[in-house]
């Protein structure tokens, strides 16, 4: 039995202004991410089927720019769905002056997509989740090779610029607000032994050595939608972090979140590493779709993504630390300098590995590329 209350009426009138044809018979709270409330909305049209759909509230604290989030997600799904109509992607519908997006007049900013059957996984041992993640992000910067990244708003400005991140660290470690430096001198050690390979990435895209392409910039497995039955890999999903960046970011970031051996908080350091094995099937997804259409430097530079994500997220959690955990939740304190502690120790045994790391991606490059050319 469909509801009545003000939460249904409110759902069932934004729907109506994305143009959702049918009765509304119900909906659910979606409990995905710690940004957005979302509801999946079910509806029996006038032919007696069904069809649900993705209803969000965005978070304007977080996003205060969702005007350029929409747009950017605009072009990017549009684009994605012209190049593949065959492929599962995601779609947000419009209202009836073509606008993506709803502002209800009250501050609240509602968008709607459509409902894809599947699931996700946090994290995951199976080399074949491992691999079809990597093919979906790959495949998302595959299908967006050609597209302007100078056509999409840089909504978080600076977002993966590591040397300005570690220059705004180092700012704060003169400051030292909370009286906290002295109990971090050997991450601030490492840290500035470090620095100039951790910003050698922002370098090479500032010296026009690396290009600007479209990507995620949160490219956690769980932001990857598998089909129930095959975990096959459907489509990536989360876009209001699609802008202009590099590649190995993309890649690097997704290295980091789902290859470690740990959690992000672990505090036994010995359990940190980076898993070789997992490392190596999500990288044979990725450089699968994207072998073809990354250049010579962006492969060479992979490896370092990934030690470079590890560090810069390292980076932002003591920076936030020594600030007075203004920025990331906290469950207790010292959260966030357990967090900075284990991805030091993650991007430690990345740069060690760096040579097996790099060895694999040429390896799986020089395999697709010769499995392209007998195609």
């Not at 501050?107 to 079809?132: H, Q, V």
């Not at 979140?257 to 590493?273: N, P, Q, Y």
């Amino acid at each position: 039995m469909k509801n009545t209350g003000t939460a249904d009426q409110t759902l069932e009138k934004v729907c109506e202004l994305f143009r959702i044809e049918g009765e509304m018979t119900g909906y659910q709270v979606i409990c995905m991410g710690n940004i957005n409330q979302t509801y999946r909305v079910d509806f029996r049209r006038a032919d007696g089927t069904e069809k649900s759909y993705i209803l969000q509230k965005i978070n304007t604290y977080v996003f205060q720019n969702p005007r350029q989030i929409m747009h950017n997600i605009d072009l990017v799904t549009e684009f994605i769905h012209d190049a593949d109509p065959t492929k599962k992607c995601l779609h947000f519908h419009h209202t009836e002056n073509r606008k993506n997006f709803y502002f209800d007049g009250e501050g609240n900013f509602w968008r709607l997509c459509n409902y894809i059957e599947s699931k996700a996984f946090d994290t995951s041992d199976d080399p074949k989740i491992m691999r079809g993640a990597g093919e979906a992000f790959g495949r998302f910067q595959t299908m967006l090779s050609t597209f302007d990244a100078s056509s999409l708003y840089e909504t978080i400005p600076d977002f993966h610029n590591t040397k300005k991140r570690i220059e705004t660290f180092f700012t704060h470690v003169e400051e030292d607000p909370f009286d906290r430096v002295h109990e971090v001198y050997y991450e601030i050690g490492y840290i500035a032994a470090m620095r100039h390979v951790a910003s050698q990435l922002t370098d090479m895209l500032e010296e026009g050595l690396l290009p600007l392409r479209v990507t995620h910039n949160d490219t956690k497995i769980n932001n990857v939608l598998f089909d129930k039955n095959t975990h096959e890999a459907l489509c990536v999903i989360d876009l209001d972090t699609v802008m202009p960046g590099l590649s190995v970011h993309d890649f690097g970031d997704a290295v980091r979140a789902a290859c470690s051996t740990a959690a992000e908080d672990e505090r036994d350091l010995h359990k940190v590493s980076l898993d070789l094995d997992k490392y190596r099937a999500f990288t044979e997804g990725f450089i699968s779709q994207t072998a073809t259409a990354l250049t010579k430097e962006e492969l060479d530079t992979m490896a370092l993504g990934a030690f470079t994500l590890a560090m810069e997220l390292s980076v932002r959690f003591l920076d936030d630390y020594i600030s007075g955990d203004k920025y990331f939740k906290t469950r207790y304190p010292g959260h966030n300098l357990d967090r900075a502690r284990c991805q030091m120790k993650l991007a430690q045994d990345m740069f060690s590995k760096q040579n097996q790391m790099k060895k694999i991606v040429h390896q799986t490059a020089a395999a697709a590329k010769k499995k392209a050319e007998c195609k």
